[in-house]
């Protein structure tokens, strides 16, 4: 008697089996000695000779095949009697047909076939088996609820270190495996991460202390997976825009910058050389100033708690009537401020007003010379704002030659909430 078993997952209408992999030979001495059983398995896998892969509660398609070759037949006569079959599929379930369907709960099973002659010419009953393995795996899915894609954003809190936390639920089919929910999420360098509990279908998952880089910050890929199978989402992490509990930079505590400064200038949003302070809170949003507390005195610029706001900025010809909020802000003081720097210890090396060719005390913070030498500047030297926009014509002359921002250009980069991202 020969026999051979055929195992495969159905993945169209039509299979189209390719090559047989992973087959060998069973054989099995009969009685007379003449007669023998053959038993063969093709398995086709995923891998070449691995094991079937299935979902759970995918149908998988079984089919054996088997023949009544006995020791008549090698003489020229004809086969006896029939061939049964017999599955177990390694969970508990059987079948007694030749071409079965099962499908699986997730984990690993050895699915054996046994091929039996019932009654061959010699009256004995020979029968030969061969196994294939089948892995199952159970399907996971993660769904954020707070809040839900594409809406999946989170920021630490002001508290001291701030706290990051997210809420995630997932489930699995079967259900059963729902408890077995194991959860990653990519850590933050600088910031530890916690589940909470470990595994199941709800949890939090918990950063806490804030980065010291922003870019740090982002989207981060999250994943929840069980017996196998796996399922990946993403959250992106934020800081408060107006909190004070970045990593301290050796400042004290009540003169901590803002969130926003201490991160968006690490992006090319900052410009120049600027200090952040507390105490200059004017409409102006941030000055260059002669610093007499150094030693000796020099020329310093320096962005206040306003430069994050909303701003209508510019010149008649630099962003005439533009409005900036956010980084974009941030970004357009820091090059006006910038452009102040560069040309304040070309003016007034000693401090304000202190060169022989002074602005006449009008205070328009234009050397005289400068305004005489220039006349496509349109500038007065009896007047402070020579075009009459309600700005010092010094002003006027740093907005019209400061490095130029366009809006938006820093979005990519902020990760402030509220902000452009958030």
């Known amino acids: 008697m020969r026999v051979s078993a055929v195992a495969w997952i159905a993945l ?15 054989y099995v001495a009969g ?16 891998y070449h000779d691995g094991p079937i892969h299935a979902k759970a509660e995918q149908i998988v398609y079984f089919k054996g095949e088997g023949s009544d070759y006995d020791y008549e037949q090698y003489h020229g006569g004809t ?19 030749q071409n079965p369907t099962k499908a699986f709960l997730p984990g690993t099973y050895t699915v054996t076939l046994t091929v039996n002659d019932v009654g061959s010419y010699y009256d004995d009953s020979q029968e030969a088996q061969d196994t294939v393995g089948v892995e199952v795996v159970a399907e996971v899915t993660v769904d954020i609820s707070s809040p839900t894609y594409p809406n999946n954003k989170f920021a630490f809190n002001w508290a001291s270190p701030g706290v990051c936390d997210i809420a995630c639920t997932a489930t699995s089919n079967p259900s059963d495996y729902q408890p077995c929910i194991a959860w990653y999420i990519v850590p933050i360098t600088g910031s530890t991460t916690s589940y909470t509990p470990p595994k199941g279908p709800s949890i939090t998952i918990r950063y806490t202390t804030l980065p010291s880089a922003n870019a740090q910050f982002g989207e981060k890929t999250m994943s929840a997976s069980a017996a196998g199978g796996v399922d990946i989402q993403a959250a992106s992490i934020f800081f408060a825009l107006l909190g004070t509990n970045h990593p301290s930079t050796g400042v004290p505590s009540e003169q901590e910058p803002f969130n926003w400064y201490y991160y968006w200038d690490q992006t090319t949003a900052s410009f120049g050389t600027h200090h952040f ?30 430069s994050y706001g909303p701003a209508t900025y510019g010149s008649e010809t630099h962003y005439p009537g533009e409005e900036s909020d956010g980084i974009d802000t941030f970004a357009r003081v820091c090059r006006h401020e910038q452009k102040h720097l560069d040309i304040m210890p070309v003016w007034w090396p000693g401090g ?24 496509e500047l349109g500038y007065s030297p009896l007047l402070v704002d020579s075009d009459g926009a309600g700005f010092r014509d010094s002003e006027d002359y740093a907005c019209d030659r400061e490095v130029w921002w366009n ?16």
């Not at 009685?31 to 995923?46: G, L, N, S, V």
């Not at 304000?352 to 006449?360: M, S």
């Open 12 to 26: 169209a209408v039509t299979v189209l089996m390719a090559q047989p992999v992973g087959a060998h030979w069973l």
């Open 31 to 46: 009685t007379p000695p003449q007669a023998d059983a053959k038993a063969k398995i093709y398995c086709e896998a995923d």
């Open 79 to 97: 086969p006896k009697d029939g061939v049964t079959y017999f599955w177990n599929f390694g969970d508990g379930g059987t079948s007694s047909l």
């Open 277 to 306: 302070d507390w105490n200059y809170q004017v409409s102006s949003y941030g000055e260059t100033y002669w610093d007499t507390e150094e030693e000796p005195p020099k020329w310093r610029s320096r962005i206040g708690p306003s």
């Open 352 to 375: 304000p007003g202190t060169e022989i060719d002074h602005d006449q005390g009008v205070g328009d913070g234009v050397p005289d010379l400068v305004e005489l030498m220039e006349e």
């Open 407 to 422: 809006l938006g250009a820093g979005d990519s980069q902020d990760w402030a909430s509220p902000g452009h991202q958030w």
